[in-house]
């Protein structure tokens, strides 16, 4: 991939900034998320939720199903792929996806190696859990981060611990005497370049959303006021009551994150929040896969 | 260039933080809007930025900004729509006779950059992302820039459109002939 490629794919992140990005599993979903105002969606076959509760291993979406939203949809769609299995994300690739996630939510393909993503022409998004999975994911070519959370589960408290972590990190390498990055690199195993860049910059040289746990309205506010550029909602919305007017009301609490008022009128009267488990209930860390 | 204008930058979705760095880096300053009370703050000018214009369509009407923008619109505001923006400018607000094709280039991997004569400023850098492009403009429309054949910068009166990114450069030429020949007549 060429520099100009990976900044027109930087680019699309930041297009989607300020927006919410969900999963949708069928046509008739995706066409209520973009009705709701979603920037983009997310295809495949099972969300997190239901991939925890069937078990297995648990793949790559069918393109065909792939396809069928991106038929009927004008927001960009996103899917996901194994971590570590370019074969996969060569298919994406192939069907003109917009935006690659190599993602934890599947199983693991590879226990080592993520993808070289410098070797595609498509966007990657990839999670990250501290500063230093964020770093190693952009040096493999990844264009925009995302938490990893825990998915699934409706509990936020995995994503609030990786934002909030990761956002500590870059004021803790921002404050640092310029010398100490050359240790501060090889601690975080990260290349120096980028962790220059977040010195001198404050944040990530890509666009970092949150992702993982979000389920109501406070939740994606919440993300947003410890410093996500936007929220990824997997779960959330259509293991809900009225999953339309939970995604509408999502999507407005990321714009005005800061209007409590608003936000007290759009968490009114919302119907079932998903059940969610909480995080000490679960059996499968996802957010340990992919390091 | 004199800091006196004060630009209003929708701020409902979208890549709006980058267009209110390129106004500060040529002294102008630009302020969010993302509610109803943000329009009781007067304003020169309006940009709205790329994102996803169904996304941000929706949001100005769910937040209760749609008939307030339009009529200053309607009255002459000053406004420069990129990429999302230009759709909106066209479709929504009917601001600018100009027809409009979403997803002119098809999906991300239709994504491009290209340098390109612009009317008035000269050679630019442009950023397509998703782009659309403009298939057909009305008699009072001034075509400004055309990549491939396509038209992709135009302007009628006080409304100027882009396919294309300027946020997403350095250049800062045409944030300057806003300013210079849009904003700056209207003030006076």
């Not at chain 1, 969300?47 to 004008?74: E, F, H, L, T, W």
């Amino acid at each position: 991939m060429d520099n100009r490629r990976y900044e027109l794919n930087k680019n699309l992140a930041q297009m989607l900034k300020g927006g919410v990005i969900m999963d949708v599993s069928t046509p008739e979903q995706a066409l209520i998320a973009e009705d709701a105002g979603a920037a983009a969606v997310m295809a495949l076959e099972r969300i997190p939720a239901d991939i925890r509760a069937a078990g297995g291993v648990s793949r790559m979406s069918d393109p065909k199903m792939i396809r069928s939203i991106q038929d009927v949809v004008n927001i960009p769609v996103m899917a996901k792929v194994r971590i570590g299995h370019f074969v996969e994300a060569q298919i994406l690739e192939a069907i003109e996806i917009d935006y690659i996630d190599e993602s934890e939510v599947l199983s693991p393909a590879d226990d080592k190696y993520h993808i070289d993503k410098t070797r595609f022409k498509a966007p990657f998004v990839c999670g990250a859990k501290n500063l230093g999975e964020a770093l190693r994911r952009i040096a493999e070519g990844a264009s925009m981060i995302r938490t990893k959370g825990e998915p699934g589960t409706g509990d936020v408290i995995q994503a609030v611990r990786h934002i909030r972590l990761i956002m500590s990190e870059m004021r803790r390498v921002q404050s640092m005497k310029e010398d100490e990055l050359y240790h501060e690199a090889k601690a975080l195993a990260v290349p120096l370049d980028l962790l220059k860049f977040v010195h001198e910059n404050g944040r990530l040289p890509v666009v970092n959303f949150a992702a993982g746990g979000v389920a109501t309205p406070a939740d994606a506010a919440l993300m947003m006021q410890l410093g996500a550029e936007g929220v990824f909602v997997g779960s959330g919305i259509f293991k809900s009551g009225n999953p339309a007017k939970r995604a509408q009301a999502i999507v407005k609490a990321v714009t005005n994150y800061n209007e409590p008022s608003i936000l007290a009128e759009i968490s009114s009267d919302l119907g079932e929040a998903m059940v969610g488990i909480n995080e000490n209930e679960i059996q499968l860390l996802m957010a340990e896969r992919g390091i | 260039m004199n800091g006196k204008a004060a630009i209003g930058v929708l701020a409902l979705q979208g890549g709006f933080a980058e267009h209110i760095n390129s106004l500060q880096s040529i002294g102008l300053s630009g302020f969010e809007i993302r509610r109803k009370q943000d329009l009781s703050r007067p304003f020169d000018a309006l940009i709205i930025p790329g994102g996803e214009s169904s996304v941000i369509g929706k949001l100005l009407d769910e937040l209760d900004l749609f008939a307030a923008l339009k009529e200053q619109i309607d009255g002459g505001l000053p406004v420069f729509g990129t990429c999302a923006g230009l759709i909106l400018l066209a479709n929504r607000f009917e601001a600018i006779n100009i027809a409009v094709k979403r997803n002119a280039y098809g999906r991300q991997a239709g994504s491009f950059y290209a340098e390109a004569e612009m009317k008035h400023i000269g050679l630019i850098p442009m950023v397509f992302i998703r782009a659309p492009y403009i298939e057909w403009v009305g008699p009072e429309v001034e075509i400004l820039a055309v990549v491939d054949g396509h038209i992709v910068a135009a302007r009628e009166k006080n409304i100027l459109v882009t396919a294309f990114h300027p946020e997403l450069t350095n250049d800062i030429r045409v944030y300057e002939y806003f300013h210079d020949s849009i904003i700056r007549p209207y003030i006076r």
